[in-house]
C-alpha cells in the first residue's frame, strides 16, 4: 500500500475569537453543527408530514438539554474521574464543571429518552415510538461528526497498529507512554465515524424510501442496532478510556451497549411484524 503511517497533529482548537481570546474548538463546531443539521432533516420531516410546528421548537429544547445533561452525568456516573469511580459521588459540584470534558455518549442517549417520555406525555400525546421513529433519522450523521471531533482532539483512538493508515497521536500525551510507547494506532474516530455515516443512511432510506415511520420502533430499532454494534465490536480496538477497564474483558462501553443492541432488535423485530399504521401525511396534521 501507499500509505506509511499518518503523522496527526491537528489542532483541538479551530480558532481563537479576536479581541476576546476565547478558544473555539473542533468539539464545539461538531455539537453545534451536529444540532444544526439534526434540526434541518427533522423539520424536513415535520414538513413532509404537515406536523405542527410547535412540536418540533419544543422537541429540539428538551433534547439539547437531554443530551448534554446526560452525556455528562453519563460519563461521570460509568466511568468517574481517572479511574475513579465514586469521585463524583463524593463530590457532586464537580459534576457542573463541563468545561473539563467527559462526555458520554451512553448517558446522552439514554438523557434523550427520558426526555421524549416527558415530551410525549406532556407535548404531542402520542407515543414514544413515534417520536422517536422521526428524531433518530439525522442521528448517526450527529454521532458521526462528534467522532471526528475526537479525532481533531487526538483522543478514543485504538491500539497500535501495522496497518498502514495507522495514525501517530503526537499531541495526545498517553501516546508518548506504555503500552503505546509512540506506535501507530488505529483511528478508531474514523472507523466508528464512518459506521454512523451508514446508519445515518439507512435511517434516511427506511423513513423516506420505505415510509417506514409508518411501522412504529422499526426506524428507531435499526439505529439502536447500528449505532450501538458498532461500539461493541469497535471498542475491541481501543484502548481503555479508564484505568479501571484495563482488566476487564468487556469494557464499560460494550456493557452499556448490550442493552441498547438488544432493545434494538426487539423495536425492529415488534416494527417488522406489526401492521403498519394507516395514518398517512396528509393526515397526520392536527
Sequence with gaps: MILSFIDWKADPVAFTIPGIGWDVRWYGLAFALGFILGLWIVSKIWKH??????????????????????????????????????????????ILKIWQGGLASHGGTLGIVIAVYIYS???????????????????????ALIRLANLMNSEIYGRPTTLPWGFNFYRSAEWHLPPISGQPC?????????????????????????????????????????????????EFLKNPQESFEASMILNMGQLLSIPFILAGIWFTYKGLTTPPTPESPSKSKK
Design 49 to 94: 408530514e404537515k406536523l405542527n410546528p410547535v412540536w418540533m421548537d419544543k422537541l429540539f429544547i428538551y433534547v439539547f438539554i437531554a443530551t448534554v445533561v446526560g452525556a455528562r452525568l453519563g460519563h461521570c456516573f460509568f466511568y468517574g474521574a481517572d479511574g475513579d469511580i465514586f469521585y463524583y459521588f463524593r463530590n457532586p459540584v464537580a
Design 121 to 143: 406525555k406532556k407535548v404531542t400525546h402520542k407515543s414514544m415510538l413515534w417520536t422517536l421513529d422521526r428524531l433518530v433519522v439525522p442521528v448517526g450523521f450527529v454521532a
Design 186 to 234: 488505529h483511528p478508531t474516530q474514523i472507523y466508528e465515524a464512518i459506521c454512523y455515516i451508514i446508519t445515518g443512511l439507512i435511517c434516511m432510506w427506511l423513513y423516506w424510501k420505505k415510509d417506514a415511520y409508518k411501522r412504529q420502533g422499526l426506524i428507531f430499532g435499526v439505529f439502536f442496532i447500528g449505532i450501538f454494534t458498532t461500539r461493541f465490536f469497535i
